[in-house]
């Protein structure tokens, strides 16, 4: 189970690495049109370039990267009550985030969506660790 956790937070941890690469280029080039932009339904750009793109003016995507590069060494020493916490509130998190970007931005992300997955696989794992 403890390498299905690390495996899962290397995989959240590309996604977001990507994420926040695409953000920047977005940023740079307000015409730039990554390869998760499918339509204006499915887009990636759009959430990143909203009001709800950053927690306290910090990307999201940056947040993402350290609390998956967090959860790898909690796995390898085995700490699995934090590793319930961490990965519980990433999927409150996930729920908040998921509203706006389905409700308020009116939009699907792929990479988003792909994180929330994680996110909910990771607290599932981590419950059945403990």
């Not at 977005?26 to 909203?50: F, G, L, T």
Request: aromatic share 14%; hydrophobic share 55%.
């Amino acid at each position: 189970m403890i390498l299905s956790i690390i495996l899962l937070a290397m995989i959240g941890f590309s996604i977001s690495l990507y994420t926040y690469l695409t953000e920047l280029k977005v940023k740079e080039n307000p015409d730039y049109k990554p390869v998760c932009d499918i339509s204006d339904r499915i887009s990636c750009s759009k959430p990143m370039k909203s009001q709800y793109a950053n927690i306290f003016f910090i990307s999201n995507a940056l947040v993402a990267l350290a609390f998956y590069t967090s959860l790898i060494p909690f796995a390898l020493v085995n700490a699995t009550h934090l590793l319930v916490f961490l990965t519980g509130i990433s999927c409150i998190a996930s729920v908040g985030l998921a509203y706006l970007l389905y409700f308020k931005i009116k939009t699907l992300c792929l990479l988003c969506t792909a994180m929330y997955i994680i996110n909910a696989l990771l607290f599932y794992m981590s419950l059945q660790a403990w």
